[in-house]
T-cell receptor, first 113, second 113 residues
């Protein structure tokens, strides 16, 4: 059974800092890995999807990396802004399935102005 | 694109009542997922459909829960009878094909008194 862990559970940084969020998973036989953002009272928004054959994906100030062999992914946020404050979740498919995702419990990020 | 549309946004009901949650996936998406989110258990997959056919309902907690997808543009999740422990945020999500991003609706906040 796939298990996903995110560390830290909460993070508070001053505006402008670069930061890294961590995600680890137990079964490395994955098709892809997704990073999501969730604002309070809202649904999840997909930020980046990394295919198993890729090492990283970039979108604006966000960069996600994937190391399948070690079962780890990181989400790097450059020059953080107060608007980046949200909960960030990573998700990987259940073992043997591309469609069903197992989610981590998330990292709650607060960027202080 | 209107995104995944869920209704109602909030539902308050009394124990024992029937509750029906509704979802309209993004047009052209052939996979639809129902998730439940609670503080204690995080995001849990309840059931998913592919081309309107239920593929895996092993996450449905009890027989009180049922889901249908009569056509490609509509799905329902029904709880009958509802119980206080069913209180949670229920999300619907859709995707096109395997290895693709998952798009979430805004969720239904269910409170069973």
């Amino acid at each position: 059974k796939q298990e996903v862990t995110q560390i830290p559970a909460a993070l508070s940084v001053p505006e402008g800092e670069n930061l890294v969020l961590n995600c680890s998973f137990t079964d490395s036989a994955i098709y892809n890995l997704q990073w999501f953002r969730q604002d309070p009272g809202k649904g999840l928004t997909s930020l980046l999807l990394i295919q198993s054959s890729q090492r990283e994906q970039t979108s604006g100030r966000l960069n996600a990396s994937l190391d399948k062999s070690s079962g780890r992914s990181t989400l790097y946020i450059a020059a953080s802004q107060p608007g980046d404050s949200a909960t960030y979740l990573c998700a990987v498919p259940y073992s043997g399935s591309a469609r069903q995702l197992t989610f981590g419990s998330g990292t709650q990020l607060t960027v202080l102005p | 694109d209107a995104g995944v549309i869920q209704s109602p946004r909030h539902e308050v009901t009394e124990m024992g009542q029937e509750v029906t949650l509704r979802c309209k996936p993004i047009s052209g998406h052939n996979s639809l997922f129902w998730y439940r989110q609670t503080m204690m258990r995080g995001l849990e997959l309840l059931i998913y459909f592919n081309n309107n056919v239920p593929i895996d309902d092993s996450g449905m907690p009890e027989d009180r829960f049922s889901a249908k997808m009569p056509n490609a543009s509509f799905s329902t999740l029904k709880i009958q009878p509802s119980e206080p422990r069913d209180s949670a945020v229920y999300f619907c999500a859709s995707s096109v094909g395997e290895h693709e991003k998952l798009f979430f609706g805004s969720g239904t906040q269910l409170s069973v008194l």
